[in-house]
Every structure is written in C-alpha cells, then in structure tokens.
C-alpha cells in the first residue's frame, strides 16, 4: 500500500466518527410546546402558546457546539384560550400577522455550560425585526425508541426577551399607575424530537 493511500485511509478513518456522531431530529409538534408568559395589570402572568411550527435540529454529540437549530413558527397560530385576546395578537397592535406571517430561530453559537446544560445564541426573527437571543437549554435526554421504531431525545429551554425590541409596543396606562400588560416576555419551550432516518425526508 502506497504512503498516498496509507494517508487517505487513516483521513478517512478519522473523519467517519465525526460523520457518524451528527444527526438530524425533526421537532414533533404533537409533543413540545412552544409557549410563553406575559404580566397583565401588573397583578398576574398570562400563558400561551403557539399551535404550529417546524424545526430541525442538528446535534453533534462528539462536540456539541457543531450543532445547529432551525425553527420555524406561525404567529396565526397563537393561542392564549381567550379568542377575543388571541384575535387582538394577531392584530396591527401586536404580531401583525397579515404583514408577518413567520417568526424565526436559527442558532448562531453553542457553548457548553457544565454538566450537559447549554447555551444556544441564535437570531430571533418576530414582526420583521431579528435580535440576537440566548437560550438557556437543559441537557438532552438519551436516545429511547418508541413503539413505532422511532428514535427519540427531548430538553427544554428558556429565555427572556422584551417585547418592545421587536416593535411589539403596544399599550395602555393604568389608572393606579404601570401598564397593561407587561414588555418581558418569557419563552418556555418544551421539544421531543424524532430522529431523522437514512430515507426520511427532512421536515
């Protein structure tokens, strides 16, 4: 064996492991939540959450912060279980969905943090404007199959954002003084993914 094809056999030997440590796993819908909480009449927090999305993520579990996050969501689809409000959201006022009708994640960075915690520094995409976010991701769970041959990982994440860097600025005054409602937003996503096989079509 010639000392080129020695060369290219121990390159092609220490490439495969990287190769075979990333994956691709599909977000499914059916088992995350997308979900957030505002202050209202400076007195309580309201929870929502939005109905339809798609994301894609990319781990790298030999080195972490290869990785990648792609999301994808539909701002008609929020859902606070009030129509009255959820229609106002949608509305100029806020999301202006007829206007925007997508809000973005892609992941730019992703540092470790111990322990299997992590940071995932992305530009957020809402009403047209992107802002650069951080989110403050729990460990992934192990690989677990499922009854129909699909393999499975979950984590959750959070971060805070204010409502007004993303033109998000409508508002009324209270008599007793603050606002009606709150400009921290906080995010809370809970997401199952489904790895994605040799013959799926990415989603």
Known sequence: MTNVIKAFVVGLTLLIPTLVS????????????????????????VNGNFLKYSGVVE???KDITKSKVTVSID?????????????????????DVAKYPLM??????????????LKVTGDLMIHGITRQVVLNVE????????????FRRGTSAT???????????????????????????????DVEMIKLQPNDKQG
């Not at 939540?33 to 927090?45: E, I, Q, W």
């Not at 701002?75 to 999301?95: C, G, M, Q, W, Y």
């Not at 805070?160 to 603050?178: C, H, M, P, Y």
């Open 159 to 189: 971060t805070q954002i204010n409502r007004k860097d993303f033109g998000l600025v409508w508002n009324k005054s209270l008599e007793t003084g603050g606002v009606m409602v709150g400009e921290d937003i906080t995010i809370q996503l």
């Open 139 to 150: 460990p992934f769970s192990k690989e677990s199959k499922d009854p129909w041959g699909n």
């Open 22 to 45: 990333a994956s691709t796993w599909n977000i499914d819908p059916e088992h995350s939540n997308v979900g957030f909480r505002v202050k209202h009449l400076m007195v309580s927090n």
């Open 59 to 61: 781990i790298n579990d």
């Open 104 to 117: 973005t994640f892609v992941s730019k960075k992703w540092s470790n943090t111990g322990k299997g915690a």
């Open 75 to 95: 701002p008609n689809s929020i859902n606070t279980n009030v129509e009255k409000r959820d229609e106002h959201l949608r509305s100029a006022d806020f999301f």
